[in-house]
C-alpha cells in the first residue's frame, strides 16, 4: 500500500468518515473543510501516525499547513518515514 492510500485509511478509521476521503485528490483540502477533522482529531490522528508507520511527533513539528491538504499530510509522512 502506498503512502497515501495508507493516510487516507488512517483517516477514514481515525476520524469515522465511512469511505468519504477515498479517492480524494492531494489537492484535496483537509483541515477546515473536513467537519470531523477538529483539534481533537488531529490529537488522535497524530497518534494514530505515530503507531502505525512507527515514528514519533514532536510538539514543534506540529502546524496547521501539516493538515491542510491530503498532499501536505502525505508529504509529512513520507518526511518522517525517510527520517
Not at 5 to 12: C, F, G, I, K, T
Request: glycine fraction near 8%; avoid cysteine.
Amino acid at each position: 500500500m502506498n503512502t497515501k492510500n495508507e493516510v487516507l485509511a488512517l483517516l477514514d478509521e481515525v476520524l469515522s468518515l465511512h469511505g468519504r476521503v477515498l479517492g480524494t485528490s492531494p489537492d484535496t483540502p483537509l483541515l477546515g473543510a473536513v467537519p470531523e477533522l477538529d483539534s481533537m482529531a488531529v490529537v488522535a490522528l497524530i497518534s494514530g501516525m505515530e503507531e502505525r508507520f512507527g515514528f514519533a511527533v514532536a510538539d514543534d513539528e506540529i502546524e496547521g499547513t501539516t493538515f491542510a491538504t491530503l498532499g501536505s499530510l502525505v508529504a509529512f509522512v513520507d518526511s518522517k518515514r525517510a527520517a
